[in-house]
């Protein structure tokens, strides 16, 4: 699966990938838009792409780079 078709899915679809296709990289705390409060959650490598999750399950943001190693 790439990064374009994972977009596309659902919210509980892409929560069905996760779980069952991913390897959780450890936690992360994504800064917000507008660089206020951070919103925790976890990173997870999925196929060749990454994936922040936050500890609620109500975002998902998929990603091409690392965010851990540029951390």
Excluded: C
């Amino acid at each position: 699966m790439t990064i374009e078709q994972f977009k596309t899915l659902s919210h509980d679809e892409k929560l069905e990938q996760i779980r069952h296709h991913s390897n959780l990289l450890g936690s992360y705390e994504r800064p917000d838009a507008q660089g206020g409060k951070k919103q925790p959650g976890d990173i997870y490598e999925l196929f060749d792409f990454w994936v922040f999750l936050s500890d609620d399950e109500q975002t998902v943001i998929p990603t091409r780079r690392n965010p851990i190693k540029e951390a």
